[in-house]
């Protein structure tokens, strides 16, 4: 029996029949305008999003493109990659951590950006519920960092590449992403340059995600891990999203927020049945789907757009703008990521998680970070501050009910999809 090869390459008759739909229309035209001639920078792109995102824009005749990483090994391969797709381009790849401000600044300043396309971030659910204070660091002080350096710098336009997660957060990651829009938002209020955030909901064959894990599954003979049957998601190709992307790059004039349409959501068994046949075998007979759970901070069903929100339709079909996204208070917004920061230094995760409630009210924390958090309060000797604090922050969330203290408490292990 023939067993499909492990890859990251979803086969394309699968993608067509479950995305049910072709390519975007692309106002290439108007991209080429706002891409061609300019020095054009991308962080994450070693990454899925980032990587994609270089390979497209080179396609538009950048005078520089500039991909800046931490991770040496992807970033090396995707020059490789690009120098034989594109020899006329000129890229540039750049090891840094956002985090550093060295790093950053110095790259602007060395390559003066006209366009900052910004992907790098963590980026993993249950991964990040364990490590709250890495994912505020990186998703929402890295991001500043970038946006600060950008804005110094004179870029004109800077795009943030959010997530559906975003949206009423039920994680930690969710909440830094929706944080890190805030704030690109709140410099837009006082700096020149465009700020734009651009949603949208799980990229097909991505790094980590369950295609991946899936196929290796399937070649492995099985069992395909599902962790609930009812679980969906929206998906879409890395190539798609990056193309409106870069679409909503031309019709942005800063502040926005896009939501990019992602279509009708795919059940993830379906996909796990899917990939089973498009390797000639049978479901259940050949390679068994197991139901493993619902992981920490995961939600059954995401939403891309907040109900009291309204999207507005652009000029393209598939991107909408937030009409009523929540006016932000820059000055409040400064304040509160002064004293988050401070959290985070002080390694005070109670303190942390009320923080981020207070900046984003429809925040509802995951029962294991809250166990963690009240645990690591009790174990350093401070269980009455720390029953105070949890109270205090997190009392109106547990008062309407809002709280999951039901939901299982689960550790995430690799492979869990
Ligand atoms: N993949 C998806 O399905 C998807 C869907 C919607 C939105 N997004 C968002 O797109 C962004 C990128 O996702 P991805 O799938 O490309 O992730 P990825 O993990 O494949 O890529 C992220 C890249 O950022 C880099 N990075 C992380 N922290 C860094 C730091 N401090 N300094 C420098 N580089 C750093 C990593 O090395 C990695 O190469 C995330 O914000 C994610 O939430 C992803």
Redesign the pocket.
Known sequence: MQIAKPSNQIPNVVLEDLLGRGQAYLDQQNIREHIQGKVVMV?????????ELCRQIAGFGPLVLMG????ET??FELGVELEKKFPNAIFHSEI????RFDDVSRTMQQYRPSIVFH?????HVPMMERHAFAAVE??IF?TLQVAEAAASQGVESFVM?????AVRPASV?GVT?RIAELTIRALQKTQGTKFIAV?????LG????VVPIFTSQVAAGGPVTVTHPEMRRYFMT?SE?CQLVLQSLALGNGGEIFVLDMGQPVKIVDLARSLILSSGLQPDRDIKIEFIGVRPGEKLFEEVNLDSEHLVPTSHSRIGSLARAEEVDARRVNASLLELEESVRARDLIRMIRLLKEMVPDYIPGSQLMENAVSIGTNHGFAGDAEFSCTQGIEPAIANGALPTDEPIEYASPGRV
């Open positions: 962080t994450g792109a070693a990454g899925s999003i980032g990587s800046f990483d931490q991770a992807p970033l840094g951590n956002i985090m992907a790098a971030a963590h980026k990186n998703n890295g590449i959010s997530t559906d997660k990651l992403k949603r949208f909901g799980n990229v991505s790094s980590g995600s890395a999203a």
